[in-house]
């Protein structure tokens, strides 16, 4: 995937930035020619992947993913000399110049130390005695952003051996080059910007790279301080609302008790049987909350549903179901930008359809998925959920005002507390959410509370659409400077 010239800047090592303004420089000094003038080329190619006598010899074959910007010393794959004899694979000598072509490298380079032949995705370039291979080999780590801007193709980066072989380059005389490749290799084992290292004619553009370079970090990091500022903002406003504090009590609501109640005669009026959950102790309120609510937990007036496991197989007539994933359950919202499907009988299905209003939570994944819910809004009717996340449904409540419960840091702090690791990812089990203790307000207080919330959320999603505009922006005026001042040739 192509990136900005501002990002590519941002990650880039300090040597191959100073290569990139010493080239500019060399540029606008002295006399281009294309590379097709000053060096030989050639690409490689794959033996045929399904003859095993061409794979496991003792020829090293390195494919575009192994260019590193240094040194090959040794291959991921070997192959026979019938592979070698039978593809257009070439066997290059020690010390060969390699630029990869294609794929997520394209533009990488290397230097082999080995004999070695190559796939088709790398060029291997052979300099002619008016050019370095060092000096050609810095001149690819400094041109690779201008590489990828003129590559075609959709997702990857597709650069021919035409594109490489029209390029132009600056050609000073060979003590010149060899002075060129002092300076950088100097810096590259240094990896800081020591001016002292660098000749005054080039001091300029340099210093113009490294402090646009410095105004993209400057600008970078306050950017990301205001987002996570709005972070917090919105936790505050969420944790005001949980302990009461964001709209006045109203005597004429009534006190939570009898909510609670009504909401679990309702329960039991289903019939449905449910494990009677343990009181909360007083050591599991994390805050106080008014006289006129209660704490309960999340299982005490909620139905919880988990979702279907993928990979099974059913028999009879099958149809196709949209089915979400964690990935589609953001923080407060859904994501509906890519859903999947999945084919099963309408029988089982049904005990899996979504219902309007139903919160949806997520199980498992990163750390920062575990618990992270929202509330279905019936985008996509009839819909099921994936095991992965649990369907919460309650009547009788403003569910909006649970979403902001369980989305709040109270809560966040219980799953993070509660959750079973197994390597990199938690997961929350269904016992464990149900344990969640929630303050539970009087209903009219609910509403009022969301209400709030409702208007405060939406002052700080403006917040944010500025705090992108502002990145957007300013990144694409500095991408442009850059651009200016490194980007123009003869």
Same mark, same amino acid.
């Given at each position: 995937?192509?990136?900005?010239?501002?990002?590519?800047?941002?990650?880039?090592?300090?040597?191959?930035?100073?290569?990139?303004?010493?080239?500019?420089?060399?540029?606008?000094?002295?006399?281009?020619?294309?590379?097709?003038?000053?060096?030989?080329?050639?690409?490689?190619?794959?033996?045929?992947?399904?003859?095993?006598?061409?794979?496991?010899?003792?020829?090293?074959?390195?494919?575009?993913?192994?260019?590193?910007?240094?040194?090959?010393?040794?291959?991921?794959?070997?192959?026979? %000399?019938?592979?070698?004899?039978?593809?257009?694979?070439?066997?290059?000598?020690?010390?060969?110049?390699?630029?990869?072509?294609?794929?997520?490298?394209?533009?990488?380079?290397?230097?082999?130390?080995?004999?070695?032949?190559?796939?088709?995705?790398?060029?291997?370039?052979?300099?002619?005695?008016?050019?370095?291979?060092?000096?050609?080999?810095?001149?690819?780590?400094?041109?690779?952003?201008?590489?990828?801007?003129?590559?075609?193709?959709?997702?990857?980066?597709?650069?021919?051996?035409?594109?490489?072989?029209?390029?132009?380059?600056?050609?000073?005389?060979?003590?010149?080059?060899?002075?060129?490749?002092?300076?950088?290799?100097?810096?590259?084992?240094?990896?800081?910007?020591?001016?002292?290292?660098?000749?005054?004619?080039?001091?300029?553009?340099?210093?113009?790279?490294?402090?646009?370079?410095?105004?993209?970090?400057?600008?970078?990091?306050?950017?990301?301080?205001?987002?996570?500022?709005?972070?917090?903002?919105?936790?505050?406003?969420?944790?005001?609302?949980?302990?009461?504090?964001?709209?006045?009590?109203?005597?004429?609501?009534?006190?939570?008790?009898?909510?609670?109640?009504?909401?679990?005669?309702?329960?039991?009026?289903?019939?449905?049987?449910?494990?009677?959950?343990?009181?909360?102790?007083?050591?599991?309120?994390?805050?106080?909350?008014?006289?006129?609510?209660?704490?309960?937990?999340?299982?005490?007036?909620?139905?919880?549903?988990?979702?279907?496991?993928?990979?099974?197989?059913?028999?009879?007539?099958?149809?196709?179901?949209?089915?979400?994933?964690?990935?589609?359950?953001?923080?407060?919202?859904?994501?509906?930008?890519?859903?999947?499907?999945?084919?099963?009988?309408?029988?089982?299905?049904?005990?899996?359809?979504?219902?309007?209003?139903?919160?949806?939570?997520?199980?498992?994944?990163?750390? %920062?998925?575990?618990?992270?819910?929202?509330?279905?809004?019936?985008?996509?009717?009839?819909?099921?959920?994936?095991?992965?996340?649990?369907?919460?449904?309650?009547?009788?409540?403003?569910?909006?005002?649970?979403?902001?419960?369980?989305?709040? %840091?109270?809560?966040?702090?219980?799953?993070?507390?509660?959750?079973?690791?197994?390597?990199?990812?938690?997961?929350?089990?269904?016992?464990?959410?149900?344990?969640?203790?929630?303050?539970?307000?009087?209903?009219?207080?609910?509403?009022?509370?969301?209400?709030?919330?409702?208007?405060?959320?939406?002052?700080?999603?403006?917040?944010?659409?500025?705090?992108?505009?502002?990145?957007?922006?300013?990144?694409?005026?500095?991408?442009?400077?850059?651009?200016?001042?490194?980007?123009?040739?003869?």
């Amino acid at each position: 995937m192509k990136i900005s010239y501002a990002d590519y800047i941002k990650k880039s090592d300090v040597s191959v930035l100073v290569a990139e303004a010493i080239f500019h420089d060399l540029n606008e000094k002295y006399p281009n020619k294309k590379i097709e003038e000053v060096a030989d080329t050639t690409s490689g190619g794959t033996p045929l992947r399904g003859n095993h006598d061409y794979y496991g010899g003792n020829i090293p074959w390195v494919k575009s993913g192994e260019l590193n910007d240094g040194f090959i010393d040794q291959a991921e794959e070997y192959i026979t %000399d019938k592979g070698l004899a039978n593809s257009s694979a070439k066997l290059h000598p020690e010390g060969t110049l390699l630029i990869a072509m294609y794929g997520a490298t394209a533009g990488k380079t290397a230097i082999t130390r080995i004999k070695t032949a190559t796939n088709q995705a790398i060029c291997a370039v052979f300099p002619k005695p008016c050019v370095e291979r060092d000096y050609l080999f810095w001149f690819f780590k400094a041109h690779r952003y201008k590489f990828i801007e003129m590559s075609k193709g959709g997702a990857q980066p597709n650069i021919s051996q035409t594109v490489i072989l029209k390029t132009p380059l600056p050609i000073p005389e060979i003590n010149i080059q060899k002075k060129i490749i002092s300076i950088l290799e100097r810096v590259r084992k240094s990896n800081d910007l020591d001016l002292s290292f660098i000749p005054e004619e080039y001091r300029p553009t340099v210093c113009k790279v490294f402090s646009s370079k410095n105004n993209i970090t400057s600008l970078e990091a306050e950017l990301n301080n205001q987002y996570s500022l709005l972070i917090q903002l919105r936790q505050a406003f969420l944790r005001e609302a949980m302990q009461g504090k964001l709209v006045m009590q109203d005597p004429k609501d009534g006190h939570a008790r009898d909510l609670l109640e009504k909401i679990k005669d309702e329960k039991a009026k289903s019939g449905k049987k449910e494990k009677e959950l343990p009181p909360i102790k007083p050591e599991e309120i994390p805050f106080g909350i008014p006289e006129n609510w209660v704490w309960c937990r999340l299982g005490e007036i909620s139905y919880i549903q988990t979702g279907i496991a993928l990979g099974k197989k059913f028999a009879g007539k099958l149809h196709k179901y949209p089915y979400l994933r964690v990935a589609n359950v953001q923080r407060g919202s859904v994501d509906l930008s890519t859903v999947k499907y999945l084919e099963l009988p309408i029988e089982i299905a049904k005990k899996y359809y979504l219902k309007q209003f139903d919160i949806l939570v997520n199980e498992g994944g990163d750390f %920062d998925k575990v618990g992270r819910c929202a509330i279905w809004g019936a985008s996509i009717q009839p819909c099921i959920h994936q095991n992965h996340i649990f369907a919460v449904r309650i009547d009788g409540v403003n569910q909006q005002y649970f979403e902001y419960a369980i989305n709040s %840091d109270s809560s966040r702090d219980y799953f993070l507390g509660t959750y079973k690791k197994s390597t990199n990812l938690a997961s929350l089990n269904k016992t464990n959410l149900n344990l969640l203790p929630v303050p539970l307000p009087p209903l009219n207080e609910q509403n009022r509370i969301v209400e709030k919330l409702s208007e405060l959320m939406n002052l700080c999603d403006d917040l944010q659409q500025s705090i992108q505009t502002s990145r957007d922006q300013n990144e694409y005026l500095l991408q442009q400077v850059l651009k200016e001042a490194l980007m123009v040739n003869k």
